[in-house]
């Protein structure tokens, strides 16, 4: 196995993954997707609310904003595997007020910046997410409860949008039939063709998403999209919460803790299987 | 009404880009170059912004 990065930012990362089946990538895919956690708002206590929206509607906005969090400092448990039973605790809840009121003449945006954390290191991810607009005479109180969730229960805990992988593409040209047509350029959506002086090239093989259009249009049948399926092209964002690489680090772990505990339970059944 | 603070398809957040994206428009910039320069790649993303109205503006004075 190995692993070669073509771009890494704060928030996005894309890489070859090479001597691995489509399967493989896929489980790390569907655990970074389901499994992965991450911290949301998840109960809202509403004090005081004359905006113009509903509760409801503010609350599930609020659930939304991507919480910034440190997975390992911050040590929170799964609220439902608490010592306190569910009911929240400073243990497995992250608590967040908002006040915010207008006098009879102004107006203003309420910002996710408004959003006061009572645990360092947690804020939402950005300073300039519009809540809810207040108009003269308005007022919106709120208190809210911020735990750790998994993606499988609701898709605000995903912590990566995006997610997607694909057989390494290798998109060629047989210089002997092309006629310099130009079609390919127009066709291929993501770029892959150039012209370069008075031939065309092929510019960004790794833009190639096997789609096959650009065969359609090549009359002498010059192209050939080949594929490696021994190779996967990886890429997905994160939504702030964890880095790129924190969650593909996690999803690693998740799947190993799955494997152990599947060995466990096979070596303990297969040892009661062999007393009686 | 309000813009949606995640795209409805892909997950990503998009509503801190809308504020930077009214003043550019508002400044005669063409919305496909605002959006580039925002770094909202994909269509369902460039979706959500090209095509919200902001309702709630208009429906202030009634609350
Ligand atoms: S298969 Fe699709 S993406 Fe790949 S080069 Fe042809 S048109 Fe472009
Ligand atoms: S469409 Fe085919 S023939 Fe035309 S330039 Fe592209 S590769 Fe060459
Ligand atoms: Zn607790
Ligand atoms: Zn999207």
């Known amino acids: ?276 | 009404m309000i813009i949606p603070i995640r795209c409805f398809t892909c997950g990503t957040l998009i509503a801190d880009k809308w504020d930077e994206f009214k003043i550019q428009i508002k400044e005669g910039e063409i919305p496909e170059k605002t959006l580039d320069k925002l770094n909202v790649k994909r269509w369902c993303c460039r979706r959500m912004l090209v095509s919200h109205i902001d309702l709630i503006e208009d429906f202030l004075p009634f609350t």
Not at chain 1, 118 to 124: I, K, L, R
Not at chain 1, 250 to 271: C, R, V
């Open chain 1, 1 to 276: 196995m190995d692993i070669e990065l073509i771009e890494l930012f704060p928030n996005s990362i894309k890489f070859i993954l090479s001597d691995v089946t489509l399967a493989f990538a896929n489980a790390i895919r569907r655990t970074a997707l389901a499994e992965v956690p991450s911290l949301t708002i998840e109960d809202v206590y509403v004090l005081k609310n004359t905006s113009p929206l509903f509760d409801e509607f503010i609350a599930h906005r609020l659930g939304l904003i991507p919480l910034k969090f440190d997975i390992d400092a911050l040590e929170l448990n799964f609220r439902d595997e608490c010592d306190c039973g569910g009911i929240g605790c400073n243990l497995c809840t992250v608590t967040l007020t908002l006040s915010k009121e207008t006098d009879a003449q102004t107006s203003i945006v309420v910002y996710s910046s408004d959003l006061i954390s009572t645990q360092a290191g947690v804020e939402p991810i950005s300073s300039v997410i519009p809540i809810v607009k207040l108009g003269p005479n308005q007022a919106l109180e709120l208190e809210c409860m911020a735990q750790l969730g998994k993606g499988k229960e609701h898709a605000k805990w995903q912590p990566v949008s995006a997610m997607g992988y694909q057989a390494f593409p290798i998109p060629t040209i047989d210089k002997e039939k092309c006629t310099n047509c130009l079609a390919c350029i127009d066709a291929c959506y993501r770029g892959v063709y150039q012209k370069t002086g008075d031939k065309v090239q092929i510019a960004n093989p790794l833009n190639c998403t096997l789609c096959d259009y650009c065969l359609e249009v090549c009359e002498p049948n010059a192209i050939t999209i080949g594929k490696d399926s021994t190779k996967v092209l990886f890429s997905f964002e994160t939504n702030g919460g964890l880095d790129p690489s924190t969650t593909l680090t996690k999803s690693g772990e998740l799947i190993l803790a799955k494997i152990d505990e599947f060995k466990k339970t096979l070596e303990s059944t297969l040892a009661e299987e062999k007393e009686s």
